[in-house]
């Protein structure tokens, strides 16, 4: 096992859901500060959500309401569930390890970057 390993990409239609899941060997999940990131074709890459080992998420803008960021700690798994996806919403994703000496934030340096698992989108 890699130090972080996504799934559960895939193709949906808009609309629907889909649920990353990112393994970890490495990391203790409920001691860290962990998130998602992506990168859309032709874009840079973007934070979409971070939580932090006592529970407190983060997410940007757009994916409020929409994605919930979450851990089993049993499993020491993290989890992206995301809901009423649009085209907008194609990308790699990425889970990422964060760094926490000014805090778990979006704007927390990435210490880790796992392989990525693409998520793609149609109208």
């Known amino acids: 096992l890699g130090d972080l390993v996504e799934s559960g990409g895939g193709s949906v239609q808009a609309g629907g859901s889909l649920r990353l899941s990112c393994a970890t060997s490495?990391?203790?999940?409920?001691?860290?500060?962990m998130g998602w990131f992506r990168q859309a074709p032709g874009k840079e890459r973007e934070g979409v959500a971070a939580i932090d080992g006592d529970g407190t998420t983060e997410y940007a803008d757009s994916e409020k309401g929409r994605f919930t960021i979450s851990s089993d700690n049993a499993k020491n798994t993290l989890y992206l569930q995301m809901n009423s996806l649009t085209r907008e919403d194609t990308a790699m994703y990425y889970c990422?390890?964060?760094?926490?000496?000014?805090?778990?934030?979006?704007?927390?340096?990435?210490?880790?970057w796992g392989q990525g698992t693409q998520v793609t989108v149609s109208s």
């Open positions: 490495h990391y203790v999940v409920s001691g860290s500060c």
């Open positions: 990422v390890a964060l760094s926490r000496i000014s805090g778990c934030s979006l704007r927390s340096r990435v210490v880790t």
